[in-house]
């Protein structure tokens, strides 16, 4: 199975060391990756399957934030913040999800061994956030994302 390169700005070496010494862990569809208010410092790299990103309003309604499938990351805020998990982070419920997963010791102890590292590895991190941001930017300006996002295409 083919991986998509999600941090670009890190060498092909570099990139193959990263997944080489993460973890992998396959979820059942349903599965629970994060729990909102739960710790975790971990970055998420999705192999296979797709992941849904939701907020607990209470008395059991839940609010989805947004789909993540293969190629993409999660678990980035608190990853970086050092934070609990602001949203929970669910298997999407047609098959199974494949994930790569990077501790945040991992990478510090990376860092220091390497400093090139992490400057690539955190302009990486940035361009993937700033691309977010800028999605849901054009989805509260009501970009053509947003319309068909929501139906109103």
Not at 11 to 39: M, N
Not at 93 to 114: G, K, P, Y
């Amino acid at each position: 199975m083919a991986i998509t390169k999600v941090f670009k700005f890190l060498s092909d070496d570099g990139y193959q060391a990263l997944l080489q010494s993460a973890e992998r862990k396959a979820f059942k569809p349903g599965d629970v990756l994060i729990k909102e208010g739960d710790e975790h410092t971990n970055l998420f790299i999705i192999v296979k399957g797709e992941v849904k990103v939701q907020h607990d309003h209470g008395e059991g309604f839940t609010i989805e934030l947004s789909r993540h499938g293969p190629g993409e990351i999660f678990g980035d805020m608190s990853f970086l913040e050092d934070q609990s998990a602001s949203a929970s982070v669910v298997a999407g419920e047609d098959e199974e999800v494949l994930t790569f997963i990077i501790s945040h010791d991992h990478i510090r102890n990376t860092t220091q061994a390497n400093p090139a590292f992490a400057g690539h590895f955190y302009q990486s991190l940035a361009e993937i956030l700033s691309r977010r941001l800028r999605d849901t930017s054009n989805l509260v300006q009501g970009g053509q994302d947003g319309d068909s996002l929501w139906g109103n295409s």
